[in-house]
């Protein structure tokens, strides 16, 4: 399956996993990349597949300015045991650049791309979508200033 194609299917199963209010966002695919937003595009849950790697890592990344990215770290660090507690031991919050910062993790690819891979994906991306929006809608007007 090609990565456009799976990323897609990715979407497709998505708004059906989320709760009604987190159900209006925008959305991109680019490249191997499937982007989820509420606000700003800068600010978004990616799906990344990785084919050669075999992985695909999932998250929220932060590629704003470098004070704005770092400000949205400052106000997820003190939450990461409440966040690990709701999403897994394996997500981690680091700077990922200069200037941008992300959660995210990554998930190892035991088979090629299929339907049934593309649910998970969509299940484990809504789960972070459900836990860390109701956080980044708190923290927004706080942010921007």
């Not at 200069?98 to 993790?105: F, G, I, N, V």
């Amino acid at each position: 399956m090609r990565i456009r194609d799976f990323l897609n299917l990715v979407y497709d199963e998505l708004p059906a996993q989320l709760p009604e209010q987190l159900r209006e966002h925008d959305w991109r695919v680019r490249w191997s990349l499937l982007q989820v937003y509420f606000e700003k595009p800068a600010v978004h849950y990616e799906v990344w597949v990785q084919r050669k790697a075999r992985r695909i890592e999932l998250g929220l990344h932060f590629e704003c300015e470098r004070d704005e990215s770092y400000r949205w770290a400052e106000v997820l660090a003190p939450r990461a045991i409440e966040i690990q507690a709701q999403l897994g031991q394996n997500v981690e919050l680091e700077e990922w650049t200069k200037s941008w910062t992300r959660l995210h993790e990554t998930l190892h690819m035991d088979a090629d791309l299929n339907e049934a891979l593309a649910a998970d994906v969509a299940r484990r991306l809504a789960r972070y979508i459900e836990v860390l929006e109701p956080i980044l809608a708190e923290e927004r007007a706080a942010i921007a200033r």
